[in-house]
């Protein structure tokens, strides 16, 4: 039994915080908010995240950064991408020594347009040996369900990967290890992108034929990335990669496909943001993911309109037709 800090009481924070205890280990989790700490506490639930599903026991939650890493094993992140760097800054100092890191977050960073596991490197000065991500097809709400689900987890140190798979290795969530972090960590990224022009596909009332498209040239999109920064191709067509990336264009459940599915119905940024209190990633990380891809002399028409449409630049319907449109070519081009 390990104990550990999970920081982010948002559905996923808190879904992996079942897992963990589901694999028989005790779970501070750090909320922003005092009252939703006092509602898991005293309810048992997370009710502005994941109403009617039960706590148990083993989780307990505080807005004391102190009291959540006190004696902590492995210190799980699952704050929003864009606000890491802040948070963790605030958190470094109270982290133990030798605790691991484990990033849940799928983003990456405005303006440095580093990957999570690298700000958390460059904040802690923790080596990759201590750091580790998760990324697959976790949506939050089917795996605090208990419903059956598998995801990868990275880390640069095939021992530690190991450990870190064990301990979120529950009898409903099933855990696969790579060395792999830059992949992981990119399709987890990227995916979020694909999944709103998705949902701005789906908004629009295309159907079946469309999303496939998209989603399978998207893919293509991804793969081109990670592997131009040092990815192994295979893990674009794992958990990490195809696996996220269905999960998260296929699901009513995923905030990002239904994001897009609002700009296809032509709300703007602004007003599906000042709606909803949930973070769409790939809102945020859009931009910086186009300059990743534009530094790498990446083609990434997707990323480029999708990009347009959060700004206001383009419609959800004029991207689908710049998309189509395209000169054409051969498929692996």
Known sequence: MSTVAVFGAGSWGTAFSLVLADAGHDVTVWARREELCTTINDKRENTDYLP??????????????????????VVVLAVPSQTLRVNLAEWADLVPGDALFLSLMKGVELGSLKRMSEV????????????????GPNLAKEIADREPAASVVACA????????????????????SSTDVVGCELGGAYKNVIALSVGMATGLGFGNNTTASVITRGLAEMARLAVQLGADPMTLMGLAGLGDLVASCSSPLS???????????????????????????????????????????????????????????????????????????????
Do not use: W
Request: include cysteine.
């Open 52 to 73: 009617g599903v039960e706590i148990p026991p083993a989780v307990t939650a505080t807005h004391d950064p102190e009291r959540t890493l006190a004696g902590a094993e």
């Open 157 to 176: 140190d095939e021992e530690v990967v190991k450990r870190l798979r064990t301990l979120c290795h529950s009898a409903t969530f099933r855990p696969y």
């Open 255 to 333: 905030r990002n496909r239904t994001f897009g599915e609002k700009l296809g119905q032509g709300l703007t940024t602004a007003e599906i943001t000042a709606s909803t209190r949930q973070v769409a990633e790939g809102v945020k990380s859009c931009s910086s993911l186009l300059e990743l891809t534009r530094r790498a002399d990446v083609y990434a028409p997707i990323a480029e309109a999708v990009h347009a449409v959060v700004e206001g630049e383009m419609t959800a319907a004029d991207m689908l037709t710049a998309l189509i449109s395209r000169e054409t070519k051969h498929e692996r081009d």
């Open 120 to 135: 958390i490197a460059e904040v802690t000065g923790a080596g990759p040996e201590r750091i580790g991500v998760v990324s």
